[in-house]
């Protein structure tokens, strides 16, 4: 299983980034929590708009399974659907923690966008 | 001729200014409400509508038994309108453009046009002036495709009064681009000069030549006056503030109605931009690019 995290630098101790398309970085870790990828999403953070949609598209490539993220649009949450990605969203924190927790406890998954368009 | 009618904010007294310059042309005059997402010369014209024309944008639907997921789609959309995850093709018809590059692309041809709805052009007349406004579908974003409809319908013998949206946004560069002249109307406020200068630099790069209006010219400071002189920008007009102008508004009558003196003020300023969209003297700002 892969797990992605949206972050504000690129290692697991920095800081989550609550958005999803506009987070500077997303890691990909294993289920050990060992850091496999460094996604640089900075060009979505500079799209005009769909930067939510094209994150998703790149987590769908790369073959992840779970997201842990804070906010999750409408647009970015259906393509997260059909690539069957789960979201665990509302998430804050360090990066190793909310992955710790993950690892340890799961989380919910959300069934619905928590977060207007344009996240 | 076109003349368009812009400010850099809303407020301002723009839409008072357009429908009193064309209603004081008379039959001369054409007047076309760009201001899409909030259309307000017919309240002020009450216009007699008799055509009205929806206006859609193509946009993806994927035939799921033909399409092979090769991903060509997505890699062409400038928009993230459409595009391959995991085992489907998926479509985001309001982010869509409609540009039909995808369309056109697929190697499959499992791509056809569904029309998405953007608003509607009503065109009629007020009095004698010849009438046209945009109205854009509620929830819609994108003005530029239908504001480019309303332009569609300016008659080149009128002459024709573009109301744009307040701004200096996408769309009133769309309503002010082949334009022959901008009517920037403000305030003599510290508010209304920072919104002007706004204006003006996004107006100075489509080089068309501008003009102020100032509009309750005795509220506020003389900044306005000194960066128009200072920016060679044409003073067209002032209108002081007046009680009965505001009045008549709020109950839906035009400037020139409530104050039928205006009309010759009108006609003066209708004459100032003729002078100055005249090719053969001197060009007012020297900075046209
Ligand atoms: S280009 Fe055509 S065939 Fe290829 S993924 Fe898109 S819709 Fe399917
Ligand atoms: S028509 Fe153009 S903007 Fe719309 S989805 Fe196709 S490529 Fe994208």
């Known amino acids: 299983m892969k797990i992605a995290i ?109 977060a207007e368009a344009h996240w | 001729m076109q003349i368009a009618v812009a400010s850099g904010k809303g407020g301002t007294g723009k839409t008072t200014i357009a429908t009193s310059l064309a209603a004081s042309l008379g039959n001369r005059a054409q007047i076309l409400d760009c201001d899409v997402e909030e259309p307000n010369c017919h309240v002020l014209m009450a216009p007699d509508i008799y055509e009205s024309s929806a206006v859609t944008l193509p946009t993806p639907l994927v035939d799921p038994e033909k399409c092979n997921l090769c991903g060509k789609c997505g890699e062409v959309c400038n928009f993230s309108a459409i595009l391959v995850i995991g085992k489907t093709t998926l479509t985001f018809p309001e982010l869509c453009h409609g540009c039909g590059g995808c369309i056109l692309l697929c190697p499959e041809k499992a791509i056809s046009e569904a029309p998405r709805e953007l608003g509607v052009v009503e065109t009629g007349n007020a009095g004698e002036v010849d009438f046209v406004q945009g109205r854009i579908r509620i929830g819609e974003a994108m003005a530029p495709p239908l504001i480019k409809e309303v332009k569609k319908r300016i008659t080149r013998d009128k002459i024709a009064i573009l109301d744009a949206p307040p701004g200096a946004s996408c769309p009133v560069i769309n309503t002010v681009k082949g334009t022959d002249f901008v009517i920037l109307v403000t ?29 309750r010219s005795d509220i506020g400071d003389r900044e306005v006056h000194k960066y128009c002189a200072d920016s060679g920008i044409h003073l067209l007009a002032e209108i002081p503030f007046d009680r009965k102008i505001a009045e008549g508004y709020s109950r839906g009558n035009m400037l020139i109605r409530t104050n039928p003196g205006y009309t010759q003020k009108f006609l003066e300023i209708f004459e100032s931009i003729k002078r100055l969209t005249d090719k053969s003297p001197e060009p007012p700002t020297g900075s046209e690019s």
Do not use: W, Y
């Open chain 1, 6 to 114: 949206t972050a504000n630098g690129k290692t697991l101790d920095s800081p989550m980034d609550p958005r999803f398309g506009r987070a500077p970085f997303i890691l990909v870790v294993n289920t050990e929590g060992e850091l496999l990828e460094v996604i640089d999403n900075m060009t979505n953070v500079n799209a005009m708009r769909g930067a939510g949609i094209q994150a998703a598209k790149s987590l769908a490539d790369r073959g992840v399974n779970v997201l842990l993220t804070g906010h999750c649009g409408p647009n970015a949450f259906t393509a997260l659907q059909a690539a069957g990605i789960k979201v665990g969203s509302d998430q804050s924190g360090l990066v190793k923690d909310v992955i710790q927790k993950f690892l340890k406890d799961g989380v919910g998954f959300a069934d619905k966008p928590n």
């Open chain 2, 187 to 215: 305030e003599p406020t510290p508010f209304g000069l920072h919104d002007l200068r706004i204006a003006v630099e996004a107006i100075r790069q489509l080089g068309v030549p501008m003009g102020v209006v100032l509009n």
